[in-house]
C-alpha cells in the first residue's frame, strides 16, 4: 500500500441559488492540491502550507480538524502529514473551507485502504466545515467529495443524494476580491421566512431539481431564483445587481451568489454562452476597481480526485 498521496481538491459552488445548505455543485479547473503521508510518528501533523496565511496547528485548521475526526475513530497504528498547496483563497465563496476539509480525510482513507465511504468521508469534514462556518453545513463538501450536483437531503443523519449533471452545462464564476466571512454572512440572514417566500422557495428547487434530471435547460433557467437568502446577503457584494443583470442579458441562465459570496455564480448551456457571460461581467467589474478573478467551467461530475 502507498505510503504518500497527491490530490486534487476541487472548488464547488453551494446554495445554487434556491438550494440554501443542501444543494451544490463541483467545479473542475479551480482546486486545492494537497499532500497526505503515513508516518510513523502517531497524530495528525500539518507540515506544510503554501498560498494563504493558515494556521498550522491541527485544532485550529480546517484539514486538521477533520483529519482528527477520522483519525480518532479509525485508531491506525501510523500518524500523519499534511501539506495544503492552496488555491482556493478563504473567505471567496467557492468551498476554500471545504477543500481543505475533504482533502486530509480524502487522502488518509486512501493510505488506509479505504475503510470508510464517501458519506462517512462528509460527517468527519463536516467537523473541519463547521470550525470555519460555525455551524455544521456539508453542500460544499458533498460535491467536493462526490462531484457532480449534491442534494444533502438530511445533517442528521447524514443523507446525501447525487443528482444528474446536463452535460451542456457550463459555470462562469467571478470572485470580486473582498472577503466575506461564512459565519458573518450566515449572521445577517432572517431566522424566520413568511410562508409565500417559502412556498415560491420550495417551488423553485423542486423544479430545479427536477430540470437537471432531465436536462431541461429553460426550467432550469425558470427555477434559478432565490427569494429568501440573495435579498440579505447581495447587499453585501458591492455592484452584484448590475454583474446579474448583464450575465442574464448575455445569455446566462441564471446566476447567484456562489456559498455566502462574494463570489458570484452563473449557469449557461455551452462553453460559446459561458464565455459570453465572462465578458459581460469583466465588463462591469473592469469599472468598478475591484480586482477580481474570473473562471469558466464545466461541471465536474468526478469530484476529488488523486494526481
Ligand atoms: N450554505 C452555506 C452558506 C455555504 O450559504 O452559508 C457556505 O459556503
Same mark, same amino acid.
Given at each position: 500500500? #502507498? ?12 446554495? /445554487?441559488?434556491?438550494?440554501?445548505? /443542501?444543494?451544490?455543485?463541483? %467545479? ?9 503521508? #503515513? ?6 501533523? $500539518?507540515?506544510? $502550507? ?10 485550529? *485548521?480546517?484539514?486538521?480538524?477533520s483529519a !482528527?475526526?477520522m483519525?480518532?475513530?479509525? #485508531? ?25 476539509a475533504v482533502?486530509s480525510v480524502f487522502?488518509m482513507n486512501? !493510505? %488506509? ?8 468521508l462528509?460527517?468527519f469534514a ?19 467529495? +462526490?462531484?457532480?450536483?449534491?442534494? /444533502? ?74 427569494? $429568501? ?18 450575465? &442574464? ?15 458570484? +455564480?452563473?449557469?449557461?448551456?455551452? &462553453?460559446?454562452?459561458? *464565455?459570453?457571460?465572462?465578458?459581460? &461581467?469583466?465588463?462591469?467589474?473592469? #469599472? ?11 461541471? *465536474? ?7
Open positions: 500500500m #502507498k505510503n504518500e498521496i497527491k490530490i486534487f481538491s476541487p472548488a464547488t459552488v453551494a446554495n /445554487v441559488a434556491c438550494g440554501f445548505d /443542501v444543494l451544490g455543485f463541483c %467545479l473542475d479547473s479551480i482546486g486545492d492540491e494537497m499532500v497526505i503521508r #503515513k508516518t510513523d510518528k502517531k497524530g495528525i501533523h $500539518i507540515t506544510k $502550507i503554501e498560498g494563504f496565511d493558515l494556521p498550522f496547528e491541527a485544532e485550529l *485548521n480546517v484539514a486538521g480538524v !482528527l475526526a483519525y480518532e475513530a479509525a #485508531k491506525p497504528d501510523c500518524g500523519f502529514e499534511i501539506e495544503i498547496y492552496k488555491n482556493i483563497k478563504p473567505g471567496s465563496g467557492i468551498g476554500s473551507s471545504a477543500a481543505s482533502g487522502g486512501e !493510505l %488506509l485502504g479505504k475503510p470508510y465511504n464517501q458519506t462517512e462528509t460527517q463536516i467537523k473541519g466545515e463547521a470550525l470555519a462556518s460555525k455551524c455544521e453545513h456539508a453542500d460544499n463538501l458533498a460535491p467536493a467529495l +462526490f462531484g457532480g450536483f449534491t442534494l /444533502v437531503k438530511s445533517i442528521s443523519p447524514l443523507e446525501i443524494l447525487e443528482i444528474p449533471s446536463p452535460k451542456n452545462l457550463y459555470a462562469t464564476i467571478i470572485h470580486p476580491q473582498i472577503e466575506i466571512k461564512t459565519s458573518e454572512s450566515r449572521a445577517i440572514l432572517p431566522k424566520e421566512i413568511p410562508l409565500q417566500d417559502a412556498i415560491t422557495q420550495w417551488s423553485n428547487f423542486g423544479s430545479l431539481i427536477h430540470s437537471l434530471h432531465t436536462s431541461d435547460y429553460e426550467l432550469l433557467q425558470r427555477s434559478l431564483h432565490d427569494v $429568501i437568502v440573495e435579498p440579505h446577503r447581495s447587499k453585501l457584494i458591492p455592484h452584484y445587481k448590475e454583474a446579474k443583470k448583464a450575465a &442574464l442579458q448575455h445569455g446566462a441562465l441564471g446566476a447567484g451568489i456562489s456559498g455566502s459570496g462574494p463570489s458570484i +455564480f452563473t449557469l449557461s448551456k455551452g &462553453l460559446e454562452n459561458a *464565455n459570453k457571460v465572462q465578458d459581460a &461581467l469583466e465588463k462591469v467589474y473592469s #469599472k468598478t476597481g475591484i480586482a477580481f478573478e474570473i473562471h469558466v467551467t464545466k461541471i *465536474n461530475t468526478e469530484g476529488i480526485k488523486i494526481l
